[in-house]
Structures are given as C-alpha cells and as structure tokens.
T-cell receptor, first 113, second 113 residues
Framework: SAVISQKPSRDICQRGTSLTIQCQVDSQVTMMFWYRQQPGQSLTLIATANQGSEATYESGFVIDKFPISRPNLTFSTLTVSNMSPEDSSIYLC??????????FGPGTRLTVL | GNSVTQMEGPVTLSEEAFLTINCTYTATGYPSLFWYVQYPGEGLQLLLKATKADDKGSNKGFEATYRKETTSFHLEKGSVQVSDSAVYFCALGTDTGFQKLVFGTGTRLLVSP
C-alpha cells in the first residue's frame, strides 16, 4: 500500500474564495486521482493527474473551476476556485499501485459558507 | 455508461449474524471490481477486489465473487462484529491502462452487540 496525506484535513471558507488542497504520497506514482464526495453521496471522479502533462477532467468538471498541478511523482494539488456552498464536500486524492488497486488519502472536508 | 448499484442501507445486524450487501454493475468490457470500506471518521480503505469472472476476493473474513452471468459482486461475511460497522462501497474499474473507479452509493452497516 501507500501512505497518503492531505492538507488541510478540513476548512471552512467564504463564498467566492479559493482553496488549494495538497496531496503527498510516500512513493513515486504515475497516476493520481482527485474525487469528490458530496454529503451523503458516493465518490465522483473529478480528474486524473499524470506527472508532466495536463490533468484529464471528467464530464461536469472543468479546469477553470478545479485547476490541478502535478509537479512531481509524489505530489499534487487541487484548487477549488470561486467557491459556493454547493462545493461543500469531502475531496479525496488517490493513487494507483500497479494492479494492486487504488489507495485513498484521508480526505479534506470543505465547508463553504 | 458504466454504473454500480448497491442495496440501500442502513443494514442493521446483531453481532455474529450473516452479512450480505448486494452490488450489481453495468459495464462495457471486462472491469475489475472492488469493495471499499469507510470506518467512522476514517478514510476509504480497499477491502477486497476481483479482476476477472469467477474470481473471489477475500479479506478480514469478507468475501465477494465476480459473477459475470449476473453482473454481480455481492459482499458477504459469515459472522459480523461490532467493529465491522462502517460504510461499504462497491466500485468498478475501467480497464483503460489505469483504473478509473466508478462507485456505488455506499451501504451503511450497523452491528449491535
């Protein structure tokens, strides 16, 4: 498995501001993923981040709203821009280790007022 | 498109009872199937997986068999414990060189002493 950490673990933000979430992995990985888990709902994939290239976004998610950086093989950031209360969710990063499976970070709980 | 359907919860059981959580999927190709567990206040953990038809994944007393004919991956445990109380997510991974996970809505399990 992998040890994955996220910062911050939680935050309360004002409408219209932006928050950058960091994801750090203890080993080098090719693919990193960002998911959103809205209150009481399941996880939805936001985008896939490959080191050295632009992130690939899923339907319904756009780069202007959720810019992602992937500067190296152990780190990624997700920014939630121009936030509204509808962005209140848990945001999770994950990594894939070969065919073992995908492993998730502890999540960042975001509340937008 | 790909989708996962889980039985709605909560599932309430007494300790040592038999557990089944139903999961069916719709997918093109030959997906991998996963069960993830989210204990209270913790992140998502991979519980077990199966990568092809008739494979059985198992871990911590939980089992699930990949049934292609019924497109199902039901989670079972012969004797649940209070410590198994958690939310269980069924997921499928699309085999596109890396796994893009599609999750079910999750099933909350409550086990009482």
């Amino acid at each position: 498995s992998a040890v994955i950490s996220q910062k911050p673990s939680r935050d309360i933000c004002q409408r219209g501001t932006s928050l950058t979430i960091q994801c750090q992995v203890d080993s080098q990985v090719t693919m990193m993923f960002w998911y959103r888990q809205q209150p009481g709902q399941s996880l939805t994939l936001i985008a896939t981040a490959n080191q050295g290239s632009e992130a690939t976004y899923e339907s319904g998610f756009v780069i202007d709203k959720f810019p992602i950086s992937r500067p190296n093989l152990t780190f990624s950031t997700l920014t939630v821009s121009n936030m509204s209360p509808e962005d209140s969710s848990i945001y999770l990063c994950s990594v894939e280790l070969g065919r073992v499976g995908q492993f998730f970070g502890p999540g960042t709980r975001l509340t937008v007022l | 498109g790909n989708s996962v359907t889980q039985m709605e919860g909560p599932v309430t059981l007494s300790e040592e009872a038999f557990l089944t959580i139903n999961c069916t999927y719709t997918a093109t190709g030959y997906p991998s199937l996963f069960w993830y567990v989210q204990y209270p206040g913790e992140g998502l953990q991979l519980l077990l997986k199966a990568t092809k038809a008739d494979d059985k994944g198992s871990n911590k007393g939980f089992e699930a068999t990949y049934r292609k004919e019924t497109t199902s991956f039901h989670l079972e445990k012969g004797s649940v414990q209070v410590s198994d109380s958690a939310v269980y997510f069924c997921a499928l991974g699309t085999d596109t060189g890396f796994q893009k996970l599609v999750f079910g809505t999750g099933t909350r399990l409550l086990v009482s002493p």
